[in-house]
């Protein structure tokens, strides 16, 4: 244990993938995915991947089976190519919407397909929507809890005005500007993003370490 420990503190990468939860034509969805990821790239100690749910059309789910039955490979392609990204990973960033106070179906199939990919991974919310998003946000902690995983505290809820632009410039308002994001760095709240990072790869870390101690 001490020696898996000690080679994550000499710069062993922790992989983490920012997961954009919304696929329509012309969502906000990947605006703050693209704006949170760019952000993670900073980080020297993270390998950091973004997933577009629109590259994994997942079926709903119909087999037999329950994931946390499955052994082995996957027969669905799809599947199997969103098992292995979701297998390598240490730690996610799960980016959503509210659609009718919950987050979106797509979403839903997403995390139900598989099941022992997520296990004891921790998992980070960007949400957004009229109430920023924090319904959609506490729903998905129940969900990453049965799937064994560790939904940590902090959760950047995006200020509804980011969204709002967003809407205007589909409408043919003016162009939408990412650098709204910046207040989330610098405004009266401090560095959202720093504390955020920080306790999502406090988790990754542990938990890598922990996995790696047991095998799985
Ligand atoms: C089916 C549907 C339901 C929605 N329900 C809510 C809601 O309950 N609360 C809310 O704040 N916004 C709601 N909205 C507005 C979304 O927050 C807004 O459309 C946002 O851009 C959706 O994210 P997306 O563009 O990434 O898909 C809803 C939008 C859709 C399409």
Redesign the pocket.
């Known amino acids: 244990m001490l020696a898996i420990l000690k080679a994550h503190a000499m710069g062993e990468k922790i992989s983490v993938k920012v997961i954009i939860?919304?696929t329509?034509e012309?969502?906000?969805?990947d605006k703050p995915a693209a704006w949170i990821y760019n952000e993670l790239r900073k980080e020297p100690s993270v390998d950091a991947e973004l997933l577009d749910l629109r590259e994994y059309p997942i079926a709903y789910y119909s087999a037999p089976e329950s994931p946390a039955m499955h052994t082995g490979g996957y027969s669905d392609r799809v599947v199997q190519r969103w098992s292995d990204k979701i297998g390598e990973a240490d730690a996610f960033i799960i980016v959503t919407?509210?659609?009718?106070?919950g987050y979106?179906a797509v979403l839903k199939s997403a995390l139900d397909i598989i099941y022992k990919e997520w296990n004891n991974k921790p998992v980070g919310f960007v949400s957004?929507?009229?109430?920023l998003?924090a319904?959609s946000v506490e729903q998905l902690r129940q969900v990453a809890i049965e799937l064994q995983m560790a939904p940590i505290h902090n959760a950047i809820h995006l200020p509804v005005e980011i969204?709002h632009a967003?809407?205007a410039s589909a409408r043919g308002g003016a162009a939408f500007d990412t650098s709204m994001f910046d207040r989330l760095r610098t405004g009266p709240s401090g560095d959202r993003v720093a504390g955020f990072f920080s306790q999502l790869l406090w988790w990754a870390r542990a938990l890598k370490a922990a996995r790696e101690a047991d095998g799985t």
């Open positions: 939860g919304s329509r012309g969502r906000f969805g919407p509210e659609y009718n106070h979106p957004y929507g009229s109430a998003g319904r969204l967003h809407t």
